[in-house]
């Protein structure tokens, strides 16, 4: 891939990179992604099942949908996107990656500094106490997984619609994507918000600010420049191209 000259040199001099991640970037692990007609929660919307009403309407299908996908995660590994980013924590000074995704593949592919801006499937706590259950009982067929301590409901540690996100970990993202000289917006349909807002406020604090996703989104036409490709792709070339520029200036 030809790259712009001004990402060129932005990748050079960068000491402050945020990087936003979204769906697609696990999409070539095998994690299906929210909002593509093939997907395999095709049948959900996710507007439809993450949220707190869906779930309290119906927690058994709510769960048989998150015991699915931890199945899936659990299956799959980090890919090449994954990995580059954890190379360039290496490379760049102040290295931040906010991801919406709640598998987190970042960590597993040896990302330190990963904001979980919706959560992570992995844990679950009570809705009545509050309580988490770091390795509850997977559910049972056609049961919801109750809290040990109080037999309330356990609930997936994420974020649904409606709901705030953590907010130090918000707070963290909108610091980093204030502080970054280049902002990489990474395989999400910049549709959920306040993640998507998190590249227009890198913008008003004067970053260049980059998308990469295999198709054009509700958003490109605000972004410097719009890189289409697959992440797993587009990533290493970057880290490549950081790499050189740091070796020669050294
Ligand atoms: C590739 C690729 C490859 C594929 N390489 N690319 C206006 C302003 C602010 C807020 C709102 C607003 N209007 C409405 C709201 C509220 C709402 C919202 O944003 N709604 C919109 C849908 C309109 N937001 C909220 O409710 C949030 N909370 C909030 O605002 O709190 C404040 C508040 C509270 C109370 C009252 C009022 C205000 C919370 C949002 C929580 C989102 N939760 C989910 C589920 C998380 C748990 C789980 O995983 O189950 O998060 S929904 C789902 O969407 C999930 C994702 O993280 C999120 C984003 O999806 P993502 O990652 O972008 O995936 P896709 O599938 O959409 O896109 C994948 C992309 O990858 C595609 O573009 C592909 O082309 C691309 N791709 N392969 C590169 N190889
Ligand atoms: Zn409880």
Partial sequence: ?????????????????????????????????????????????????????????????????????????????????????ASMERWIRDFTVATQNVDGLHARAGSRKVLELHGNIERSYCIDCGSFAEDPDPPSPGNAPLCKRCGGLLRPDVVWFGEQLPEEVFQKAEQAARRCSLFLSVGTSSVVYPAASLPMTARESGAYIVEINTERTELSSRFDETILGRAGSILPELLQLIKHSRKIHQ
């Fill in 1 to 85: 891939m030809i790259y712009s000259a001004e990402l060129l040199r932005c990748l050079e001099r960068a000491e402050s990179i945020c990087v936003l991640t979204g769906a697609g970037i696990s999409a070539e692990s095998g994690v299906p992604t929210f909002r593509t007609n093939d997907g395999l929660w095709s049948r959900f919307k996710p507007e439809e099942l993450a949220n707190i009403d869906a779930f309290l309407r119906n927690p058994v299908l709510v769960w048989e949908w998150y015991a699915a996908r931890r199945t899936v995660i659990h299956e799959v590994f980090p890919n090449p996107g994954h990995e580059a980013l």
